[in-house]
């Protein structure tokens, strides 16, 4: 069965700084990985998607990058604002499967 | 991406009562997931809808608690039969992008149940 696990539950930091989320997985024959971004009391947004065979993937000040045999992901934010104050999960699917498998997220705090 | 939108965005709902959520897309898509998010908690998926069959539903929900409803390629409705307080959650639908995968979801649907 396959498990994500997020660390840190929560981060807090000042404004400006760059920070480094991290996601594992204990089953590495995952079809994709995708990070998304929620706010309080409000529904996901997808940020970056990365498929099995890609290593990473950028969108503006982030990058995720996949070590899919290690089991592990990163999610790097660069300069962080305050507006990147969210919750942030990490989530798989499995080969044959769309269903994701959730980490339980890394709430961010970001300090003007 | 697709664009999502759910009804109701949030209710009060009595115990032993039952909630119907719809979900609407943009676009036509082959699968819809219905997720729950308990407080605290990451998100679970309930079950998949395809249009024109019956809905997958996973370990742990059944059919009877949450009957779905796929009429057509934009729409599905999810009811939360005979709740309880422990049912109180966020409800939120997903599809399936065309490229790579890529699942996007609805703002969710909040419940609350006394």
């Known amino acids: 069965k396959q498990e994500v696990t997020q660390i840190p539950a929560a981060l807090s930091v000042p404004e400006g700084e760059n920070l480094v989320l991290n996601c594992s997985f204990t089953?590495?024959?995952?079809?994709?990985l995708q990070w998304f971004r929620q706010d309080p009391g409000k529904g996901l947004t997808s940020l970056l998607l990365?498929?099995?065979?890609?290593r990473e993937q950028t969108s503006g000040r982030l990058n995720a990058s996949l070590d899919k045999s290690s089991g592990r992901s990163t999610l790097y934010i660069a300069a962080s604002q305050p507006g990147d104050s969210a919750t942030y999960l990490c989530?798989?699917?499995?080969?044959?499967?769309?269903?994701?498998?959730f980490g339980k997220g890394t709430k961010l705090t970001v300090n003007p | 991406s697709a664009v999502i939108s759910q009804k109701p965005s949030r209710d009060i709902c009595q115990r032993g009562t039952s909630l119907t959520i719809q979900c609407q897309v943009d676009?036509?898509?082959?699968?819809m997931f219905w997720y729950r998010q308990q407080p605290g908690q990451s998100l679970t998926l309930i079950a998949t809808?395809?249009?024109?069959?019956?809905?997958?539903?996973e370990s742990g929900f059944v059919i009877d608690k949450f009957p779905i409803s796929r009429p057509n390629l934009t729409f599905s409705t999810l009811t939360v039969s005979n709740m309880s307080p422990e049912d109180s959650s966020i409800y939120l639908c997903?599809?399936?992008?065309?490229?790579?995968?890529?699942?996007?979801f609805g703002p969710g649907t909040r419940l609350t149940v006394l």
């Open positions: 809808a395809n249009q024109g069959s019956e809905a997958t539903y």
């Open positions: 989530a798989v699917t499995q080969g044959g499967s769309e269903k994701l498998v």
């Open positions: 089953d590495s024959a995952i079809y994709n």
């Open positions: 997903s599809v399936e992008g065309w490229q790579n995968n890529e699942q996007f």
């Open positions: 676009s036509q898509v082959t699968m």
């Open positions: 990365i498929q099995s065979s890609q």
